[in-house]
């Protein structure tokens, strides 16, 4: 690879002009994917590259009775040193299995949403939290849902051209929360999937549920947890059986491979079996 | 050149600090898949000073021989396995070196060939090892129950803190080699060889070891060779270090083995018969064939009483890299099966694993292990402490009540708590040097410093403290006034490979008896005193358990409700060792080397039939934070000889977390009960 | 490209590619032997140095990144009083780490007794298990780091300095 420039804005708005200059230029926050996995920066032209690491405003994190607002380059290694990172629910734990402490030192936030080619393991975290993205563009700033991320056949559609530059986290408290690999083979693998759950308990009632998975495809289906929504605990075998089974028909439907679908099933039925197993 | 050589930076004995002047980094070349003719090579044009090495540049032997194989130092004509070295690439810049490498191109007609180890036929036999007393088929027919059971074990890889490698560079006519292996002497014969020059042109000097579970007993020759090669056509330093990922692909691993036992047992519960069937995939060059498959074959009855056992131990052949050792070559890996099969047979026979090995345990006179038994072997001891640290027979009880009154019987139980046990034993280890020939001398100068010469030292700094320590407090001088030095004149007697146990061992006995010797005469005779021992081991043969240490392991886990994983809540582990010099130092070896077993049976998984540059990244090895809490209790026994303790934990733990899982998933695949 | 940075107390300029690793470059450039460049992609974490206070794998900083930051190596921290407490400590407890980890878990642990840090007590495992290397006891290990963080809680200077 050729780096042509590296450019090192001051502010967002001149990272923001930068990439304008230049659409194609990489946005370099933490950097810790580009560096251990040389294939994500293209052999086979000049690039270019815009620091955005430091600049200060990617580096906040706001709290507010109904969200936090965290900067795109806020490490994870700093949202785990928040008081209360609980709060922080599946991202939490989904943000303390990246790496190493050390790496967690750089990774940021927005690196772990912005990769191009598939979700990172906190991406399904993020799903299920709801979260929010601020973008910005040539044209403007505009908020979405996280959602608005995710493309035609459930795969990563992050807009190009744009960087993202904060991420909303809506204050909500679970009572029960997992992430996990799903299955063996890590990233890089292509089949590399993490399993993100979470649910709300209210006087022996499922209150929330939100189940999701992210790999090279994310695996999210709102209409099924409403299914369960309102349900009393323990659910029945059968509502755990059909609910499992139909997430993984959900997941092979999007042709997420088989074994891993049959994994998702079993998965999701451990979690709904015994939720209370899985609090925070 | 020397004097600068010791100035590199070398005193921590890390190869990566070798940066001489002049000097040219070394990368290899290789088949990118195999076995099979090569057909071509093609290397980019090279600029001057880089230089392009095959097989028709070494002057001598053209490979390395050991007993039984030969092992080329740069293919030729053809390929053994896909990653074999087909030729050398050296220069001043590494960067182009590597890039220079992977310009290469290398065109082999691959033929993969079967590498498993259910079927193999007798062309793939590279040794083969047979043991038997009794008439094993009788008693099988006779026995009340018969157990049949298979146990696989995979690939381990070393994990060497630093990827190996190695230097070398000339003193004036002296050719010197930087390696970090267990053998210098096996070093400078096979430099030698290659280079067509006298060994005592050649002199190795060993680097930094680290935990090297005897994985580097002869591939560290290898890669000097290749930096030797490079020093003699080019006439300057060179360094040879493999990337991690070449380490982790190319170098040998644990040797994957095949274990199916039939064991019989009589109506009590006592073993009548053994029949054992070892097979080790040992790749495609096996210097270490015939020892593996002979400790296999010397163990496979571990410290249990059998009238009528048989064994057929064999190492197969396959086309991927060499495999070979791991601790204790080859002790571990039986005792895993043995252990294993322990565990199944008390199952069948309604014992308590506990009391099925008890009752099996061999007593004084025994001849299973071929000789007739002069000590008991020390279990009970063992168990009984382990049973006080562990809490086991409550755990056990408690988890089969689990286990048994489940609501949902296919669902896994979900706790298990196994034991195993396990000996070390110097007899049993394979004598690669001439051991008959050790010899140590000490001298007490007037000055009342001691002065120790031995053939071999250890290679980590704190074990020869505690060598300075033990001859300090013999003859009752400050330990700051021993010296130990290295007596490796190019005549000394090939003792076998330096930190590899059975020779250590007995350089540290006739330490402690030449210091005896000079404690005896300190007051009576003149000063300098001069004691030396020379090794006259009895002509008699003994039992490879008369003398052995002997530890036990116990693990405790459950397993993750959502994926199912095992998580270790704890290991413990006591030990009969005899006298420990270092009571701090053996129980952190120890906890080190329990940790790492554990680790092995975790997340270390590694298929050579599918090995690539992503299985390196699948390969997860347990950090600090994965360790579960380790106990280790070493037994005073009053024993006043020291025991061996470096192999006890990767022979007991992993075959104890096996058994647990085996409770906690109460599921014993491989076992069928007649 | 031209890379300044303070590399253990001292303004340093060096000339490099924008993505050349800031470990190869303390390494071969600086001297700093300390460094190992190992597996190149933070999972061994022998490459670790302090930068701007925390423990980061230097393989996995560009040299651009490296401008105008603050790095400490191994050869910084050897230095200070901080140190001589982490040796100390792992004197006590009998543990000898090999040279290949010992620089990143020193200065692991040195992150960890930085007033500043985000990484202290409770966090320490995780800061440890940075580094990959299986030469010692974990067990041993953890309580010589928790042994050194013990004798640098209370002020962050004594009245002697």
């Not at chain 1, 191009?116 to 393991?121: D, Q, Y």
């Not at chain 2, 009154?405 to 195993?420: E, H, I, M, Q, T």
């Not at chain 2, 350089?507 to 005896?520: K, N, Q, W």
């Not at chain 3, 450039?29 to 794998?57: E, H, Q, W």
Request: glycine letters at 8%.
């Amino acid at each position: 690879m050729t780096i042509d420039d590296v450019a090192r804005p001051a502010t967002v708005q001149e990272a923001v002009a930068s990439l304008k200059r230049r659409p194609d230029a990489i946005l370099w926050a933490g950097g810790t994917l580009l560096m251990s996995d040389p294939s994500c920066i293209p052999a086979d032209r000049l690039v270019s590259i815009v620091d955005i690491g430091r600049l200060p405003e990617l580096a906040g994190i706001h709290r507010t009775e109904r969200y936090v607002e965290v900067g795109a380059a806020v490490t994870l290694a700093s949202l785990l040193a928040l008081p209360k990172p609980a709060l922080l629910g599946p991202l939490a734990m989904a943000a303390a299995a990246v790496g190493t402490a050390s790496v967690r030192n750089l990774a940021t936030l927005g690196g772990t949403i912005a990769c191009r080619n598939r979700f990172m393991s906190c991406f399904a975290a993020l799903s299920c939290m709801d979260a929010a993205v601020e973008l910005r563009d040539p044209r403007g700033v505009r908020w979405h849902g996280i959602h608005k991320l995710v493309g035609p056949g459930n795969r990563p559609a992050f807009p190009e051209a744009s960087m993202l530059t904060r991420v909303r986290l809506p204050h909500l408290s679970w009572d029960a929360v997992v992430v996990r690999a799903l299955g063996d083979p890590p990233y890089p693998h292509p089949d590399a999937s993490t399993f993100a759950a979470c649910a709300r308990i209210e006087q022996g009632v499922l209150a929330d549920l939100r189940v999701a998975v992210s790999g090279r495809i994310l695996v999210r289906d709102r209409s099924l947890e409403m299914t369960l929504a309102g349900r009393r605990l323990p659910l029945s075998r059968r509502e755990i059986g059909s609910f499992s089974s139909d997430m993984a028909a959900s997941a092979l439907a999007l042709s997420i491979p088989p074994d891993i679908s049959s994994r998702l099933e079993a998965y999701v039925s451990a979690f709904l079996d015994h939720p209370e197993e899985y609090a925070l | 050149m020397k004097a600068r050589s010791r100035g590199f930076g070398l005193e921590d004995g890390r190869l990566s600090s070798f940066r001489p002047p002049d000097l040219v980094y070394v990368a290899t070349v290789r088949a990118p898949s195999g076995p099979g003719a090569i057909q071509s090579i093609h290397s980019p044009h090279l600029p001057r000073d880089y230089r392009f090495i095959t097989a028709e540049d070494i002057p001598g032997q053209a490979a390395m021989e050991f007993p039984g194989d030969k092992v080329p130092i740069l293919a030729k004509g053809r390929v053994d396995y896909p990653g074999q070295p087909v030729g050398l690439i050296a220069g001043p810049d590494r960067g182009r070196v590597d890039e220079a490498v992977r310009l290469t191109k290398v065109l082999v007609d691959a033929a993969p060939e079967d590498g498993g180890l259910d079927c193999f036929g007798s062309g793939r036999l590279k040794a083969r090892a047979q043991r038997s007393t009794g008439d094993v088929d009788r008693a099988l027919a006779e026995a009340a129950t018969v157990v049949k059971a298979s146990y696989r074990l995979g690939a381990v890889d070393h994990y060497y803190p630093e990827p190996q490698g190695a230097a070398a560079y000339y003193d004036y006519d002296r050719l010197v080699i930087l390696s970090s292996t267990q053998w210098p002497s096996q070093v400078r014969r096979a430099i030698a060889s290659a280079l067509a020059v006298d060994q005592s042109a050649v002199t190795v000097l060993s680097g930094f070891l680290g935990p090297h579970l005897d994985g580097k007993l002869w591939y560290p020759s290898l890669l000097a060779c290749h930096a030797a090669l490079v020093a003699f056509i080019l006439g300057k330093p060179a360094m040879l270090q493999l990337s991690r990922d070449e380490d982790f692909l190319y170098t040998p691993k644990r040797a994957p083995l095949l274990a199916s036992y039939r064991a019989g047992m009589d109506e009590d519960g006592r073993l009548c018969a053994l029949d054992a069937s070892l097979a080790v995939n040992i790749g495609a060059h096996g210097p270490l064939a015939a020892a593996i498959v002979d400790t296999l074959a010397a163990s496979f009855t571990g410290p249990y009483s059998c009238p009528a056992v048989r064994a057929d131990v064999w190492a197969v052949a396959s086309d991927r890299p060499p495999m070979g050792a791991w601790a204790g070559l080859g002790l571990s890996s039986a005792t895993y099966g043995l252990e294993r099969l322990a565990d199944a047979c008390s199952r069948a026979s309604g014992a308590d694993p506990l009391a099925f090995r008890l009752l099996n345990v061999s007593q004084k006179g025994d001849t299973t292990s071929g000789v007739a038994l002069k000590q008991v072997p020390r279990l009970k001891g063992v168990s009984e402490r382990l049973l006080e640290l562990s809490d086991y027979r409550r755990k056990r009880s408690a988890y089969e009540l689990i286990r048994k009154r489940r609501p949902d019987p296919s669902l896994p139980p979900g706790f298990g708590v196994g034991l195993a046990f396990a000996y070390q034993s110097n007899d049993l280890l394979p004598a690669f040097g001439n051991l008959k020939a050790l010899a140590v001398e000490a001298e007490l100068d007037k000055d009342g410093f001691l002065t120790i010469r031995a053939p071999i030292l250890p290679t980590d700094s704190s074990a020869l403290g505690v060598w300075r320590n033990e001859a300090a407090a013999i003859i009752g001088i400050d330990p700051k006034a021993v010296r130990v030095e290295r007596d490796a004149g190019a005549d000394s007697p090939d003792a076998g490979p330096a930190a590899f146990s059975n020779a250590m061992n007995t350089v540290a006995r006739l330490v402690g008896d030449a210091c005896s010797d000079i404690r005896d005469r300190r007051f009576r005779e003149a000063l300098p005193l001069v004691a030396r021992k020379v090794n006259r081991k009895s002509g008699r043969k003994s039992s490879p358990l008369d003398g052995a240490s002997w530890a036990g392991a116990v693990v405790e886990l459950t397993l993750d409700p959502l994926d199912g994983r095992p998580r270790v809540k704890g290991v413990w582990l006591s030990l009969d060792a005899g006298r420990v010099l270092s009571p701090v130092k053996a129980r952190l070896s120890l906890e080190r080397d329990a940790a790492r077993a554990l680790s092995t049976c975790l997340g270390e998984r590694f298929d050579p039939d599918h090995a690539g540059p992503a299985s390196i990244r699948a390969y997860r090895i347990s950090r600090l934070d994965d360790t579960p809490p380790i106990v280790v209790d070493f037994l005073d026994t009053g024993d006043a000889r020291p025991g061996g303790l470096g192999e006890l934990a990767f022979s007991c733990v992993p075959a104890a977390f096996a058994n647990a899982l085996s409770q906690a998933s109460d599921s014993a695949d491989s076992e069928e009960t007649a | 490209m031209n890379v300044t940075f303070i590399l253990n107390g001292e303004d340093v300029a060096c000339t490099a590619g924008a993505l050349d690793r800031l470990s190869e470059l303390l390494r071969d450039t600086f001297g700093m032997a300390s460094v190992n460049t190992d597996c190149g992609s933070g999972r061994c974490g022998t490459c670790l140095v302090l930068m701007d206070g925390r423990p980061v794998n230097s393989c996995l900083v560009p040299a651009f990144r490296a401008r105008d930051c603050e790095i400490i190596t191994y050869e910084g921290f050897s230095r200070t009083d901080d140190y001589g407490r982490v040796q100390a400590a792992f004197d006590r407890h009998g543990v000898d780490l090999c040279p290949f980890c010992r620089p990143a878990r020193y200065l692991a642990i040195g992150s960890a007794m930085d007033a500043r840090s985000d990484s202290r007590g409770a966090d320490l495992p995780s800061v440890l298990s940075s580094v990959l290397c299986t030469c010692s006891s974990p067990a041993a290990v953890l309580a010589a780091a928790m042994d050194a963080l013990a004798g640098r809680q209370g002020p962050r200077y004594s009245r002697d300095h």
